[in-house]
């Protein structure tokens, strides 16, 4: 099931920069640490969140403060709220932080394998930590021999796409809460308009995953080519993943593929969806739901 939990923190965030530790129970920056460790203890308790145990994660940090001598940099910020979310059996002396110490979110900082960090307007010193988990991460289908993980444009002008059977893989580059155009600029499917409510939209959306569309192809070239003809407005033959150019980033959506020689695309793309329904609980944005049981 998809696991996401983000919360705000007032002041600045710990940061990570070598001896003593921020640990120490004399460190300047304990008060960030316990600041940020209640933080995350409350929004947790409020939820019910579990943590996420040993699975790959994503940490998004936005820090809002002014470029002062207090101020550290981006990797020093990312590092030290990763220590201190993590499991802190291993770390001696911390009964100055109480039971927080106790608290973690995820076992190591290891698991995190996506980062992304943004300053903000200094409108109040404070930072924002969201984390998710990576049940099916970009890094895992590159290594599972996805390519490509290029825009519609790129991917036409590139040039690059097999005229071989397999699978792909519509995918956002974006984080965060999406936002949904009034009306879909894709082409009509059976004479059908292909816009949609913003309800149904809403309702569709899964929280905290990257992939918004899983396809099959007997021509690959051919099927990515009439997708992205779909998104120009062209009448379409294939009514599958409309529904992502109603998103307002479609011009930002990755595309990536895969060639299953010897092995039929249907099967492939089936196993796939079944790793979404097991990470997710439900097929990804843009495929409708019977099609999991394809």
Known sequence: MNQEISFRVDGRPPAKNGAPSIFAARHTHTPRVVALLGAA???????GFQGFGSTPIGLELRVACGRDAERSDATNYLGGVGDVLENKARRRNLDHLGDLAAFDLYADDGQIEEVRFRWEPNE????????????????RLKAEGFVGWVSFKQMRNQDRVPRTAGIYVIARSLAGDPKFLKANPGGRFEGKKPTVSEDELRAK????????FIGRADDLRR???????????NPVEHGGGRL????????????????TPGDPPMRAEAALKADFRDAYGRPPFANAPHELDA
């Open 41 to 47: 203890r409350r929004e947790a308790q409020r939820r």
């Open 124 to 139: 109040r010193l404070s930072y924002a930590v969201r984390l998710w988990a990576l049940e099916l991460p970009r890094a």
């Open 205 to 212: 959306w899964v929280a905290g995953a990257e992939v918004v």
């Open 223 to 233: 099927r990515l080519w009439q997708f992205a003809d779909s998104g120009a407005g």
């Open 244 to 259: 992502i150019w109603q998103l307002a980033e479609s011009k930002s959506l990755l595309v990536a593929w895969k060639e």
